[in-house]
């Protein structure tokens, strides 16, 4: 899908949020600017999360109410990935991982997961690509 505005990936989060279960997990992946984390303020939308949404880049995982939003810009290898604890939130919520593309290998770490790539097109253009993955 298309989006041409921050708005516009905002909804296409919010639709994705509205589907999910408690136990699912989103592996972002996108670069800098991308709006993964707009992405993300929309999927809580769709959760019926009414807290303010940011960036969890400097306390690696935020925690709202059944979502925990996880940034692994920061993150380096699966050891780091334990050493914060990630595999003690698998099943308690939805997760929301952004910078997954650091972490080679994590998808093993979970039974099924939406993949959400957001590439950058132009000024305010973005490309989404949603995909599911059951192992």
Do not use: Q
Not at 14 to 39: C, I, P, Q, S, W
């Amino acid at each position: 899908m298309l989006s041409n505005s921050v708005e516009e990936t905002v909804k296409a989060g919010r639709e994705l949020g509205g589907k999910l279960k408690n136990d699912d997990a989103v592996l972002l992946y996108g670069e800098m600017g991308a709006g993964k984390t707009h992405f993300v303020k929309g999927m809580a939308l769709g959760l019926g999360v009414t807290a303010t949404i940011t960036s969890p880049t400097f306390a690696l995982v935020n925690e709202y109410k059944g979502l925990y939003h996880f940034d692994l810009f920061r993150i380096n290898s699966l050891d780091d990935l334990y050493a914060i604890g990630f595999c003690d939130y698998i099943g308690k919520g939805v997760l929301a991982v952004e910078w997954s593309e650091n972490i080679p290998n994590l998808e093993r770490e979970l039974d099924d997961y939406y993949k959400v790539k957001i590439a950058k097109k132009g000024e305010n253009a973005r490309e989404i690509t949603i995909d599911y993955t059951r192992t």
